[in-house]
């Protein structure tokens, strides 16, 4: 059974830092993508960044520049390095990880960027 647990998240000034982990267990040996994913009240889900098995990255054009998705294969850890920080990033943040056709989805990890 996989299993994805975030870490991570909290509470931030605009233009600071923050570095969510997601480590996965129970994954099969092969699968396509990791990523993460945002979500606030009202609003879909969307894609923030995500890493093919290969390591190619994508990121949503709201945060190219800003953040950095990593793995450690080793580990079966992703990274989200989340830099310049600004208000609208304030989401639940859901790890994921896709062995087409199935997306499995961690709980989420807060994170607020406030003053």
């Known amino acids: 059974q996989v299993q994805l647990v975030e870490s991570g998240g909290g509470l931030v000034q605009p233009g600071g830092s923050l570095r969510l982990s997601c480590t996965a267990s129970g994954i099969p040996v092969r699968f396509d993508a990791m990523g993460w994913s945002r979500q606030t009240p009202g609003k879909q889900r969307e894609l923030v960044a995500a890493i093919t098995s290969a390591g190619t990255a994508n990121y949503a054009d709201s945060v190219k520049g800003r953040f950095t998705i990593s793995k450690d294969n080793a580990k079966n850890t992703v990274y989200l390095q989340m830099n310049s920080l600004k208000s609208e990033d304030t989401a639940v943040y859901y790890c994921?990880?896709?062995?087409?056709?199935?997306?499995?989805w961690g709980q989420g990890t807060q994170v607020t960027v406030s003053s």
């Open positions: 994921n990880l896709v062995n087409l056709p199935i997306t499995y």
